[in-house]
Nanobody, 125 residues
Framework: QVQLVESGGGLVQAGGSLRLSCEAS????????MGWFRQAPGLEREFVAA????????DYVDSVKGRFTISRDNAKNTVYLQMNSLKPEDTAIYYC??????????????????WGQGTQVTVSS
């Protein structure tokens, strides 16, 4: 069983920055494909970014390319999402997810085995 705990959400003005963190339990974190998803009120959960176990492969949804960066520190069992130039439309609950496999998780939420509880990000205009 893998537990994921997100932190770093909050209220920020448009144009501001936040860094989300997701700490995972488990001894083989470096093998997990990790992802960030978000869900705004009334909308379906949306893929944001993914990173391979090694950190060499990353992917982003088009709407955050150039503004968000996903990274990981395998020594700390933690994945990050640096969010810059935030927009009101980025407002959502952000979830991290883990795929307990050597396979890359990618943008499909059904590829992931574990989910965190979510952290609220609110961007005011």
């Amino acid at each position: 069983q893998v537990q994921l705990v997100e932190s770093g959400g909050g209220l920020v003005q448009a144009g501001g920055s936040l860094r989300l963190s997701c700490e995972a339990s488990g001894r083989t974190f470096r093998q997990y494909g990790m992802g960030w998803f978000r869900q705004a009120p009334g909308l379906e959960r949306e893929f944001v970014a993914a990173i391979s176990g090694s950190g060499y492969r990353t992917d982003y949804v088009d709407s955050v390319k150039g503004r968000f960066t996903i990274s990981r520190d395998n020594a700390k069992n933690t994945v990050y999402l640096q969010m810059n130039s935030l927009k009101p439309e980025d407002t959502a609950i952000y979830y991290c997810a883990a795929r307990e496999s050597l396979l890359y998780g990618g943008n499909d939420p059904t590829n992931y085995d574990y989910w965190g509880q979510g952290t609220q990000v609110t961007v005011s205009s």
